[in-house]
């Protein structure tokens, strides 16, 4: 059964940092993209990162370019996003997703206020 | 980037009766390889998106076959051939095909009448 558990989300003060992982099951996580999509609260989906295969290739919204990192470590099934310089409007549930688009974590919610 | 606008942004339909959601896209989505990379995704409260809908026309396991997706270029429609009540919640379209950015459409909420 294919599984993507989010975790590292919490409350921060604006301007700090956060380091979200996606821990991958039930796949072969190294022959797929991965995405990060956020959520904030009564709102509509916004995609936020991209990282190829290999994790060669990023690719960022230009809402968090600059401020976050994608990154993956396939010798460990898990995907990561670095987010620093936060923002109030960055406040959303993260997602995880696989480059299907058919598989997503439950989400770890990130709250940004002081 | 690619705008997706969704309508209508709120359909209360009676159960057993038909729904329809529109998305346009403001460029083509057929891609250079052929197809068109525009999904569909029904989120229920508190729930993860979940895909229904893949390539514009093709049915995720598991979905009943009163979903059905169609269209072509920039206009695309998301049928439900009886609404029943666990189709409640909020509907969006996503483009793969330019990207980056993937972009959603607003979403659409469907309550029962």
């Known amino acids: 059964e294919v599984q993507l558990v989010e975790s590292g989300g919490g409350l921060v003060q604006p301007g700090g940092s956060l380091r979200l992982s996606c821990a991958a099951s039930?796949?072969?996580?190294?022959?797929?993209?991965m995405n990060w999509v956020r959520q904030a609260p009564e709102k509509g989906l916004e995609w936020v990162s991209g990282?190829?295969?290999?994790?060669?290739?990023?690719y960022y919204a230009d809402s968090v370019k600059g401020r976050f990192t994608i990154s993956r470590e396939n010798s460990k099934n898990m995907l990561f996003l670095q987010l620093n310089s936060l923002r109030a409007e960055d406040t959303a549930i993260y997602y995880c997703?696989?480059?299907?688009?058919?598989?997503w974590g439950q989400g770890t919610l990130v709250t940004v206020s002081s | 980037d690619v705008v997706m606008t969704q309508s209508p942004l709120y359909l209360p339909v009676t159960l057993g009766q038909p729904a329809s959601i529109s998305c346009r896209s403001g460029q083509s989505l057929v891609h250079s390889d052929g197809n068109t990379y525009l999904n569909w995704f029904h989120q229920r409260p508190g729930q993860s998106p979940r895909r229904l809908i893949y390539?514009?026309?093709k049915r995720d396991s598991g979905v009943p076959d009163r979903f059905s997706g169609s269209g072509s270029g920039t206009d695309f429609t998301l049928r439900i051939s009886r609404v029943e009540a666990e189709d409640v919640g909020v509907y969006y379209c996503?483009?793969?095909?330019?990207?980056?950015?993937?972009?959603f459409g607003q979403g659409t909420r469907l309550d029962i009448k």
């Open positions: 039930g796949f072969t996580f190294s022959v797929y993209a």
């Open positions: 990282i190829t295969e290999n994790g060669n290739k990023t």
């Open positions: 997703a696989d480059s299907t688009w058919h598989n």
């Open positions: 390539k514009l026309s």
């Open positions: 996503m483009q793969a095909t330019l990207w980056p950015p993937i972009t």
